[in-house]
């Protein structure tokens, strides 16, 4: 107990310091110590976020990525798929007229191939007049001239029998052309076109199938 009130009654040591430096200051005559006053800390100023240096940066955590970048590509995709769709159904759309189209185009080249080979009859035939005209005006004007022109040399007999067979021999010539031109021409069918739209009904097949 008594330790206690001891302790408690002596001064602390930094306390009778002060009180020292005090009377030696009195017995020397100088003014007492002021006690100057504590300047505050200054802090440094927080750096701000353009002065950061990449020290700061790569310490903040990296951005969560937002919902919104995760649904583009889901959106993308579905716009992909809804074009796709789009196409195949107007290209199925479209396949009705594609065929009539195609039919036109066949009827009209089997338009063009009936009149090419028409055409090709018709020059025989008119080949075959023309032979027939000449083979009938040789015989009607050229054999009395031919006659009367080689009895002068010949026999009148002889003199018509060569005349004749020149005539002959020219419309043999005609015919044999005229022949070669209608063979060309007939029969007079289509078979290049045939052949086309046959072709393009299997084709069409294939895809029904398929």
């Known amino acids: 107990m008594r330790s206690a009130l001891s302790s408690a009654a002596s001064p602390s040591p930094a306390l009778s310091r002060r009180a020292a430096g005090r009377r030696r200051r009195q017995r020397r005559g100088l003014p007492p110590r002021r006690r100057q006053p504590r300047k505050p800390l200054r802090r440094s100023p927080r750096p701000s976020r353009r002065h950061r240096s990449p020290r700061h940066r790569s310490l903040r955590p990296p951005p969560h990525p937002s919902p919104t970048n995760n649904k583009e590509p889901h959106a993308v995709t579905e716009e992909r798929d809804k074009r796709a769709r789009r196409s195949l159904a107007s290209l199925f759309a479209e396949v009705p007229t594609l065929v009539v189209q195609l039919l036109k185009d066949e009827i009209e080249n089997l338009k063009r191939e009936l009149t090419s080979r028409l055409a090709k009859l018709g020059i025989g035939i008119g080949l075959f007049v023309a032979a027939a005209l000449f083979a009938f005006f040789a015989l009607a004007t050229l054999i009395a001239a031919a006659v009367l ?34 063979k060309k021409g007939v029969p007079p069918i289509p078979e290049d076109a045939i052949t086309s739209i046959k072709k393009d009904i299997n084709v069409v097949k294939g895809l029904g199938r398929s």
């Open 149 to 182: 022109g080689i009895a002068t040399v010949l026999p009148a007999w002889l003199a018509a029998l060569i005349v004749a067979v020149a005539l002959l021999l020219l419309a043999v010539i005609l015919v044999l052309v005229g022949v070669s031109s209608v």
